[in-house]
Structures are given as C-alpha cells and as structure tokens.
C-alpha cells in the first residue's frame, strides 16, 4: 500500500470515530458517564430504603426541561419557508431531540416538567404558524408518542416567548387561549410524591392593574397561600424572583453577577436551570434532574431533603461542529501536501545520514591507527642484481614525535599513505551513496524523459489525487452521517 493510500486510510477512520462520537456517542454521555440521579448519591438519602433495583426507592424521579425556543420565523429575521431557516430549523431541532431520547430518557424520569418558552417568537405567530410550531415542539420531545403518555407525567409552565408581558397578554387574549387549549391553566398546583409544586404564570405579576390578566395569578397565589402547608413546596416560575443588585447566584448562571432585571430565585431553595438548545446564546446546553422526596420527611430530616437536583450538561454543539471543520481543512491540507513516497523520504534520509557518519567514524579510527604504525618504521631501498628496486621496513630506533612545525623530508626514506587514499574512497563512495538514495526517492528527473512532468502537471496531479481520496473518503462517511441523521429524526 503507497503512503497516500495509507493516509487515506487514517484519514477515513478519524472521521469515522468523529461522526460516530459527534453524532451518537457524545448524547450518550451524561446517561453513561457525566450525570446520575442525585438521591443516588446524596449522603441525605442515607435513610433511603434501597430495593432490588439499586436506587432509593422513596424517591420520584423528575427531568426538568428548559427554553426550548423552537426557531422560527422572528428567531434570525429570515423568511418564512426559505432554505436557510428550514436548515437551522432542521439542526436546531434534531439536537434537542437527540438530547431527549439519547440524554433524558434513559434516566426513565417518572415526571416531566417543561419550565417555559417552547416557541421563540410565539405571541407573534398566526394560528397555522404557532400549530406548525407545535408539531415541530411534540416531535422534539416525544409527545405525541404513547411511551411518554402512558409512563410519563408531563406538566408545563408558560413563558414570556410562549404568550407575552401582562400588557401584550392584554392586548392579543387569543394568544393565551391558544395556549391554555393545549397546555392547560397557567396558574395551577399539583403533587409530586410529597412535595407540592405550585406553577404560576410570571409574566403577568408585574402587572397591578385591577381586572387586568395579570388578577388570575395574583388570586391564585393569595389562594395557594392562605391554605395550610401539609408538604414541601416549590415554586415553578420562567421568571426569577426579585433579589437586590449584584446579588452572585452561583457558578452556572450565563453571567457571574446577575441584577435584579434577570435574577435568580431567593430563599433555601434556589435552583437555576439553562436552556436545552445550543442556538440561544449558550454554549453549554444543560438539564436537570431532580429527586421529590416520596415519603414525608422525619423528625429528624432536613427540608431541603425533600427535594434534591443536579444539572446535567450536553453535549457542545458548537465545538462539534468546529471541530468537523477544522478536521475538513486538515484533510485538504494533509492530502494535498503529502509527498509521494510518503514518510519513508525521511526515513532513508535519517538512516543514511547515521550510516555516513558511523563510517566516517570507524575510517577515522582505523586510518589514525595506521597512520601511528607507519610512523614508527622508515622504508630503504634495495637494489638487486636484476637492476630491481625493493623496500625493507626497519624499526626506528627512536620512534616518531609530532610537532606542529614540519621538519625537512630525508632523503632515502619512503612512507607510504595507503590509507589516506583508502579513507578518501570511502568516504566518497558512503556519500555518493547517501545522495543517490535521496535522489531516487524524490527527484523527478530519474524517470524516463517521456514520463517526465512539469510543474504545472505535477500540481495538477496532486489537486486530482487528492480529490480522489476526497471522494474515498466521503464514500465512507456521508452515507455514515445520513444514517445518523434520519435514524434521529424519524418516529421512534
């Protein structure tokens, strides 16, 4: 297999693992990972009877959802039916529904609760509008599935994106008939395990008017409060209560200080909940699980063990898709910059450059050691009597000291420098030897003149080869990443 193909290779399981991550596994996280029940691991449910199945069983299990704001129309000031709305429309709405079945679900809540603002813009959407938006909202969320109508209890509180201040309440009633036709009373209370929970409509209790909408809520909560408290409560409200300025309410809230225009509940008990979409401004799209006490509480037991929540992060939608682009730019990159050879250019060159110098160690070594013999002897010539010429090595009486200052040549004596001459074939030959490997792997002149090519033709070839591994690797994976997408989005 030739480098680039080994390349593409890598390359087309990097994306395999990242759209199986991105797409799947990343939802699964809180469930498998990140989030648990908190009555699961609280050290105040350690008066909980456990049964068979691991978890205190005096417990109600109770996902809370936040903000969902379904884009529509008035969400980016796009046109109504144009592409780009229905592709944001389209990602907005497939990861919150991934969050629900792939993140909440498998928790097996008991109870629902939905805090508000299911729609963005819906004061301001016609009848055919807002019921479009409403499919959109019951497909999201599962609620027109008999799973979630046969074991879960589903409860919802209205919010300022749902139906307005008081005075747009005033002004447009229908938009509140709408609402309460399919979601019920705005104002109403209802019990989970031994905790009440009480649901007011808080867009309409800035309003002092008398007869104005905002009475209903103001007689509800006069009502609510002049009964006898037999249980915990909690307060349900998409608006914060009022708390002074600058008042910190802890570390998951969008800014760290918030002030009294956007505050966080007051009191024991103040729990603050984020929304579920990664298209409002959130990098960090969250839930909540919360656990409502089953049992009244003991003499001895904490108020704030009646209740107990923990909130669950998902997964970043925006570094994912950050991610998928700058994995698409270092593709390009690697595929149109990866040398023909592949790395094994670099290989032989290290290989080479180690074998060159170890030789020229061992011809160093070996060429001193001659060079130190050689001294120590002189050559005389012998005349025989057929007029031929021998040398006789003799020893040297004393032998041979350096100096830096060379001295006169006597006559008659002869050394002879084999060596230098051996060493400086050798090390031409390793050389030549380095310099040819490198140049078979590299250098296009070592073709045939006819298969020569040009640098124009050689970028050319190089753009084509890599969008023919552009095309290997997406035959693998957009049919991966289609899968994901209508596995997510059809009907369970």
């Known amino acids: 297999m030739k480098g680039h193909e080994k390349l593409t290779l890598l390359l087309c399981l990097i994306w395999t693992a990242t759209i199986i991550y991105g797409e799947m596994f990343s939802f699964y996280m809180p469930f498998l990972f990140s989030c648990s029940w908190p009555h699961l691991s609280s050290s105040s449910s350690s008066d909980s009877t456990m049964n068979g199945k691991g978890y205190a069983a005096d417990y109600v299990k109770v996902a809370v959802i936040a903000d969902p704001q379904i884009m529509d129309k008035t969400s980016l000031r796009l046109p ?3 592409l780009a709305l229905e592709f944001v429309q389209f990602y907005t709405d497939l990861f919150m529904r991934r969050a629900f079945f792939s993140s909440i679900l498998p928790f097996k809540p008991e109870v629902i609760l939905f805090l508000g603002d299911y729609f963005d813009g819906g004061p301001y959407l016609s009848d055919d509008e807002w019921q479009e ?37 005033s002004h ?9 036709k399919e979601f019920g009373s705005r104002n109403y209370q209802f019990m989970v395990g031994k905790v009440e929970f009480v649901a007011i409509d808080a867009q309409t209790v800035d309003a002092t008017q008398e007869g104005s909408v905002a009475s209903a809520t103001w007689n509800f909560v006069g009502n609510v409060s002049s009964d006898r408290q037999l249980h915990p409560r909690v307060l349900l409200s998409h608006i914060p209560l009022y708390r002074r300025d600058w008042t910190d309410c802890g570390p998951h809230r969008g800014s760290p200080i918030i002030n009294q225009d956007l505050t966080c509940l007051a009191d024991n008990m103040q729990h603050t909940l984020g929304t579920i979409s990664w298209q409002q401004g959130n990098l960090y799209p969250s839930f909540m699980l919360l656990s409502a006490r ?13 209740v107990l929540t923990r909130l669950c992060f998902l997964p970043m939608q925006t570094h994912i898709y950050i991610w998928y682009i700058v994995l698409f730019v270092l593709t390009i990159l690697s595929l149109l910059l990866w040398p023909t050879s592949g790395l094994s250019f670099c290989h032989h060159q290290f290989d080479d450059m180690v074998e060159c110098v170890r030789k020229l160690i061992n011809i160093y070594r070996d060429g001193t050691k001659e060079k130190n013999e050689d001294e120590n002897y002189e050559y005389e010539m012998i005349w025989g009597a057929d007029g031929s010429m021998h040398l ?8 041979v000291t350096r100096t830096n200052n060379i001295g006169p040549v006597e006559r008659g004596n002869a050394v002879m420098r084999a060596t230098a001459k051996k060493s400086v074939n050798q090390l031409t030959e390793v050389c030549l030897s380095m310099e040819t490997n490198a140049d078979s792997e590299v250098d296009p002149k070592k073709l045939p003149p006819r298969a020569s090519k040009s640098k124009a033709k050689m970028v050319i070839q190089r753009f084509v080869r890599t969008f023919r591994m552009l095309i290997l690797i997406a035959a693998v994976n957009v049919p991966l990443y289609m899968m994901f997408l209508f596995k997510d989005w059809i009907d369970k």
């Open 294 to 306: 089953k049992t009244p509480l003991s003499d001895t037991s904490l108020p704030e063990e009646a």
């Open 133 to 169: 938006s409403l499919s959109r909202l019951k497909h999201m969320f599962g609620l027109n599935t008999e799973e979630i109508h046969s074991t879960v209890k589903v409860y919802h509180l209205p919010g300022n994106h749902d139906i307005g201040y008081a005075t747009l309440q």
């Open 80 to 82: 109504s039916k144009s």
């Open 392 to 399: 006789v090595k003799k020893v040297l009486a004393q032998p």
């Open 172 to 180: 447009k009633p229908e938009v509140v008939r709408r609402y309460e």
